[in-house]
């Protein structure tokens, strides 16, 4: 299989804004990160709260740029491309992250959140019209309601919404940064299979962020366990699960809450 995120020796350095930029408050958050993930296949990324996680993410989407190291994603290195090829590496490359409440404008109708980005994929009116049928039927939203607004939808309605409004720039890698960490429990295994199910029909490349241990085994391929900005750990999922070589793997794996009883299968 193809990589199609290659990340090597990738670094971030937070110097913090205003008063605070100093060096004294500098933070090396991502520290020398490689790795690869294969097209078509999910990687895990976990560790503890502050270990990088989100950082990295950003750096590889070149949403808060690397201050080292490089990234290709598709064939596209984000440091050397033009106005216009950045504009098809954001559409390649999309985020969804925690919290769906704040990532929706509440005077945007659902429908008009989703087609906003056909709009600026430059697609005409009458098909985005539906488009956006299409795509709201997709993450299992009636398209009758594409006049509602998010306050009238669930926590994991709107998640939904916020998928499909990713999938609308017909992406190919998608990070998703704790993308069911704000919802109830029953409606987080809903949200998985349909993450599941997505990157099953559209052949979708995966990076997905999670404090939820049980919940990376059941989707991942490989996993990447990161501790002070640094990769500690990386394997296929069953080999990292099954044999930890890591100390604080090990006692990440430990600690981990069970979410067995809500989901259909697990390797664990
Ligand atoms: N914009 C910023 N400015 C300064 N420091 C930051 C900034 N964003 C993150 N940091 C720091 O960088 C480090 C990594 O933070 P990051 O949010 O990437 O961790 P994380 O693994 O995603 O944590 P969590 O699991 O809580 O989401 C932390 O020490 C954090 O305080
Ligand atoms: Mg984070």
Do not use: C
Request: glycine share 6%; aromatic share 4%.
């Amino acid at each position: 299989m193809n990589d199609l995120v290659r990340v090597e020796r990738l670094s971030k350095v937070h110097y913090g804004s205003g008063l605070l930029r100093r060096r004294a408050h500098a933070v090396s958050a991502v520290d020398s990160v490689s790795l690869t993930i294969a097209e078509d296949s999910i990687m895990g990324l976990v560790g503890e709260s502050g270990s990088g996680k989100s950082t990295l993410a950003r750096a590889i989407l070149y949403l808060d740029p690397p201050t080292d190291g490089t990234v290709w994603i598709a064939g596209m290195n984000p440091a050397t491309l033009s106005h216009a090829e950045m504009r098809q590496f954001r559409h390649t490359a999309q985020i969804v992250v925690q919290d769906p409440h704040a990532a929706l404008n509440p005077r945007q109708s659902i429908g008009a959140a989703v087609a906003e980005g056909l709009r600026n994929r430059r697609i005409l009116r009458r098909e985005r019209e539906q488009r956006v049928s299409e795509l709201l039927d997709m993450v299992g939203i009636s398209p009758r309601r594409r006049n509602d607004y998010p306050q009238q939808l669930s926590g994991g309605q709107r998640q939904r919404i916020v998928i499909a409004r990713a999938l609308a720039m017909e992406p190919r890698f998608l990070v998703l940064d704790e993308p069911v960490s704000s919802l109830d429990v029953s409606v987080q295994a809903q949200i998985v299979n349909l993450l599941l199910d997505l990157k099953q029909r559209l052949a979708l490349t995966y990076l997905f962020i999670s404090h939820d241990l049980n919940l990376v085994a059941y989707m991942s391929d490989a996993i990447a366990v990161m501790k002070d900005g640094r990769i500690v750990e990386l394997g296929g999922a069953e080999e990292v699960i099954a044999g930890p070589k890591q100390h604080y793997t090990q006692v990440l794996f430990r600690n981990a809450p069970s979410l067995l009883q809500t989901l259909p299968r697990s390797v664990l």
